[in-house]
Structure formats: C-alpha cells, structure tokens
C-alpha cells in the first residue's frame, strides 16, 4: 500500500513539475508568436497591393476587419483583407489586395496546413520566379466571382487548380469570395 502512494505522490509531483514548466514557457512563447504574427500580416498587406500604397486605414466591424489601402495623398487605391476558409487539412488563410472594384491586385497564403507537395504548393516558388506560381492566378481576376476552372470552365474570373489540391484551390476561391461580399457590404452600408 505505501509503494502505491509513494509512486503516485511521485508521479503527481512529476506531472505538475512538467505542467508547471508548460506553462510557464507558453506565457512566455505566447507574446513573441503573437507579435510575429502580426508582422507576417503585416507584410502580407504590403505585399499584396501596388507600390503606390503608403498607408493603411483599418476597419473592424462585427463579422469582418479590412483595410483601405491608400497613396501617400490619402486617395483610395484599394482594399485589402483577410480571406479564411476550411482546406483539406484545416483553415488556409489568404490576405487579399483589390482595387475599387474587387478585382485582384495580389494574394498571399499566409497559413496553412495543407499536405506537403499538393495543397501546400500554395507557397512554393518555382526556380527562376519570384513569387509562388499560384498567386499569379489570381491577378486580375474580379475577387466576388472568383471560381476554380473546373468548377466553372466559362466563367472570366476563373483560376485553375493545382494538380491533386483543387480542394486547397476552392478553399482559397470560395474565401476570397466570401469576405470580397463582406467587405462590399459594409461599404454599401457606409463603411466608404
């Protein structure tokens, strides 16, 4: 009986030794991912927008939070927010620069989990490019009606999926539409 309660005292004390250590590394861990994260959306908003932008204006409503992308005069030059939808392996989240009129001036896949050599091939950039082959895609293309070609092969807003993730490619497609009708939305509201 009193090996018993010796072997369980210890591994109790164990246990909450360890629980202990956890979670003082994820306080302090937690702070450092959180800014990291910020700076990885903050690029990303950069980077999906012209050159010509200097400045951006957050908007945080209810069910959405997006940003007009302005000149260093403070004219409109787009918009830019971030697209989340279910992939095949979990959440791809996709910022998204538009100009006036939602069509696409860039996108970035800033997270994913996707299956290494298929859905993750969002992120890849293939020798010689500068920037992954599939956000090229999307430019141009008006970001309401954004479609993968082998759901809609006539439709002129159509993107084409990558070979064996088209799951990866609709989910990035039906994100960007999603929060594209949010974002028109509330400036038909008066979020202008």
């Known amino acids: 009986m009193g090996n018993i309660f010796k072997m369980s005292a210890t591994l109790f004390l164990v246990a909450g030794l360890a629980s202990g250590l956890l979670a003082f590394y ?3 861990t937690s702070p450092v991912i959180k800014e990291l994260s910020l700076k990885k959306e903050t690029e990303a908003r950069t ?5 010509s932008v200097k400045e951006f204006e957050e908007i945080k409503k209810d069910n959405i939070t997006y940003y007009k992308a302005k000149d260093d005069k403070g004219s409109l030059i787009g918009y830019v927010f971030l697209a989340k939808g279910p992939g095949f392996s979990g959440d791809v989240e996709t910022m998204v620069g538009v100009d006036p009129n939602f069509k696409i001036f860039g996108v970035k896949v800033i997270k994913q989990t996707e299956t290494p050599g298929l859905g993750a091939e969002t992120q890849v ?11 090229s895609w999307f430019e141009g293309v008006n970001s309401i009606n954004v479609v993968v070609e082998k759901d809609n092969a006539n439709s002129k807003d159509k993107v084409q999926s990558i070979t064996g993730a088209t799951i990866t490619t609709r989910a990035v497609c039906n994100a960007i539409n999603k929060y594209s009708k949010l974002v028109k939305e509330d400036l038909q509201e008066g979020g202008m």
């Open 26 to 28: 994820s306080s302090m």
């Open 47 to 51: 980077y999906v927008v012209p050159k």
């Open 125 to 135: 950039v293939k020798y010689g490019d500068t920037k992954p082959f599939f956000e």
